[in-house]
């Protein structure tokens, strides 16, 4: 469950988690309780039975809050940006060398940034 909280939102793990819990323990009581091989289960209420197991998975279907094309895109972009963030850790020493080395530069980018806005009163926007 906390893999899945992980993974997915909780609006749609929640639900899908208790439909499976809801789903196997009524397979489970049946089997347990010998419900299925009794005649009245059989002739009367297997369809009701299929019809309602089928109803609790489309109703979690219909919650689900992205279509799955969707779900895979932003899988993709999670398991990229966990890929960059480890990179970035194992790393992490020659970025700080490399900003260190870069902060002159942006130090006058900031400075060109200044000067040229119009807010400023710069000869260049009046």
Known sequence: MNHALGEFDAVFIIPVLQVCWIFFTTLNGGMYFREFTEES??????????????????????????KPSEMIETMAVQAQD?????????????????ARSNSNDSKSSVELSQRNDPSSGSPLFS
């Not at 289960?41 to 609790?56: C, D, K, N, Q, T």
């Not at 966990?82 to 970025?95: A, L, Q, S």
Request: zero cysteines.
């Open 41 to 66: 289960f059989l002739h009367h209420r297997l369809i009701g039975f299929i019809v309602g197991i089928l109803v609790i998975f489309l109703g979690v279907a219909l919650l689900s809050p992205n």
């Open 82 to 98: 966990k890929i960059n963030k480890e990179v970035i850790d194992k790393h992490k020493d020659k970025f700080k060398v490399f």
